[in-house]
């Protein structure tokens, strides 16, 4: 079973920035797929980003590119999510979420329905 471990959520003003963690193990298979969802009180959950293990290929939502950057260590099993620019809207439970990546699966259809971490605070003061 893949297990998930998050850190770096917290408090930053508008503008400044954060940096989540998720560092998965329990993985079979050789190719996988790690990423961020969030959801916000009232809200639906909503993807961020997603990035393979197999040929670093990296997706975001598209109102986030630019300002979300999503990275591995060499290892590809501990995943960055750096956060800049900051705004109150990106107040959310940030959730990693990760499972293997067969050919025919997309990043994103991997995650979603994969192992989910606990969940991370990011709140974000105008």
């Known amino acids: 079973e893949v297990q998930l471990v998050e850190s770096g959520g917290g408090l930053v003003q508008a503008g400044g920035s954060l940096r989540l963690s998720c560092t998965a193990s329990?993985?079979?298979?050789?190719?996988?797929?790690i990423g961020w969802f969030r959801q916000a009180p009232g809200e639906e959950r909503e993807g961020v980003s997603c990035?393979?293990?197999?040929?670093?290929?990296?997706y975001y939502a598209d109102s986030l590119k630019g300002r979300f950057t999503i990275s591995s260590d060499n290892t590809k099993t501990t995943v960055y999510l750096q956060m800049n620019s900051l705004k109150p809207e990106d107040t959310a439970v940030y959730y990693c979420?990760?499972?293997?990546?067969?050919?025919?699966?997309?990043?994103?259809?991997?995650?979603?329905?994969?192992?989910w971490g606990q969940g991370t605070q990011v709140t974000v003061s105008s």
């Open positions: 979420a990760a499972d293997s990546l067969p050919r025919d699966t997309s990043c994103w259809a991997s995650i979603l329905r994969g192992y």
């Open positions: 990035i393979s293990s197999s040929d670093g290929g990296t």
């Open positions: 329990g993985f079979t298979s050789d190719d996988y797929a």
